[in-house]
């Protein structure tokens, strides 16, 4: 009884407000908030010490609270005309959107990355904005760029076709508005949450719209570039539009370079030699996912840089590109992928291309397990995509003749 008398009492001196409570002359701790890191974007510190008579605790708190968008950016509503001089006031504004795509229709395997972008932003939500990469020295979040999370599209699941046209609109409408800082880069760039990898087809014509033609360097277990005919067209267009052949429909539209590559692959083709002759067709180059055991993560960036050199970039990164031990997720897994940390390794390798625009697709998160594996690596993942957008802006073909 002693002993527990004891330790109540040790107990009761812990959690005695008197015990915490700092004086009301102490200084108070710094705070990192969202209102100086994000250049008066309106948002509340994360970290406030509050005195006994205001109320900030309950309108501030953890990186947990309020609505949940991506690593906490502010919300805009993208699709909608809010007036000002040219049709967009200055503080409706951005430099990059992040845009969820739910759709999974298109997909061949398990179904459920329609619910991808909100699993993203769970992952992301432990983010903070004023961090710096212990690797890059980058901190995307509190930069130059402006960033805001342009929520998700309304897509229908009953016709793929309709779905990528609605697709299509929203893309034109996020990346038409005049960017926060057009000094800098005077289009804004977009990266998509998906949804099955058949959302980057839109990304890829909006892409094309604004930046001419890109170089696509896709990161994905499965090459893609199939012929309708093979997966799907057999039955319907409809059905010919899918997640294993938009690469395919992209290269016949004349979206793409002959400068693209993957990188990843390790799933089995329907036709030896057929596939990776029309894969050949469509503009890319092949690196296996064992290629990473004899050509190091240093020889697989090597191949990239050499393949798109200067050409503008679209980096497309199918989360099954990681093995299924650090991407479950996802619907359709392949054995024998990357790490988390070796692809992570790969994409900051890759500072200085001219990304014009990226995705992170194939997250399912009604498979992934209790620890969030899956949607904690995406979220990192697209935080990468953006540290390469933010550290090398580019300028757009209107940007281009605005300057001629």
């Known amino acids: 009884m002693r002993l527990i008398s004891t330790l109540l009492g040790a107990t ?18 710094q705070s990192f908030g969202l209102g100086a890191t994000h250049h008066g974007q309106g948002q509340h510190p994360f970290s406030h010490i509050p005195t006994q008579d205001d109320d900030i605790d309950i309108i501030t708190g953890s990186q947990f ?26 503080d409706q504004r951005y430099d990059i959107a992040i845009l969820g795509a739910p759709f999974d229709t298109g997909t061949t395997g398990r179904p459920g990355a329609r619910y991808g972008p909100q699993g ?25 760029a402006r960033i805001v999370d342009a929520g998700d599209v309304r897509l229908t699941w009953l016709d793929n076709t309709v779905a990528l046209r609605q697709l299509d609109k929203a893309h034109r409408a996020v990346s038409g508005r005049p960017a926060a800082n057009g000094s800098v880069s005077g289009t804004p760039r977009i990266l998509t949450l998906g949804g099955d990898h058949t959302t980057t087809l839109s990304a890829l014509r909006s892409a094309a719209q604004r930046w001419g033609d890109v170089s696509v360097v896709h990161f994905d277990s499965h090459i893609d ?7 799907g067209g057999g039955l319907s267009d409809y059905a010919g ?24 692959i390790r799933a089995p083709v329907m036709r030896p030699k057929g596939d990776l002759r029309n894969d050949l067709r469509c503009g890319f180059d092949l690196i296996t996912a064992r290629a990473i055991d004899k050509i190091g993560t240093g020889g697989i960036i090597s191949r990239i840089r050499e393949r798109v050199g200067d050409s503008n970039v679209y980096v497309s990164v199918d989360i099954d590109v990681l093995d299924p031990a650090h991407a479950p ?3 359709t897994a392949e054995p024998g992928g990357w790490t988390s940390r070796e692809l992570l390794t790969i994409l900051d ?3 200085g291309l001219n990304v014009v ?25 697209a935080l990468s995509l953006l540290t390469l957008m933010v550290d090398h802006p580019v300028q757009s073909k209107a940007d281009r003749e605005v300057l001629t």
């Not at 570039?225 to 997966?231: F, G, L, N, Q, S």
Request: with cysteine; aromatic share 10%; net charge negative.
């Open 357 to 381: 625009g990226a995705d992170v697709v194939e997250v399912a998160p009604i498979y992934d397990n209790p620890g969030e594996t899956t949607v904690l690596a995406a979220a990192e993942v």
């Open 12 to 29: 009761s001196l812990v959690f005695s407000t008197k015990a915490w409570q700092l004086p009301r002359n102490a200084p108070q701790p």
């Open 241 to 264: 539009l899918n997640h294993g052949t938009f690469l395919h429909i992209a290269h016949e539209e004349g979206l793409i370079r002959n400068t693209s590559i993957h990188a990843g």
């Open 349 to 351: 390798g890759l500072s």
């Open 329 to 331: 997720a996802t619907g």
């Open 65 to 90: 609270h309020g609505l949940k968008t991506f690593a906490n950016l502010p919300y805009i509503n993208c699709f909608s005309d809010d007036g000002g001089s040219d049709g967009v006031s200055q």
């Open 120 to 144: 993203i932003r769970t992952g992301s939500q432990r983010m903070f904005p004023g961090a710096y990469s212990i690797y890059t020295g980058s901190s995307p979040l509190s930069s130059w």
């Open 225 to 231: 570039t199939w012929d309708p005919a093979v997966i």
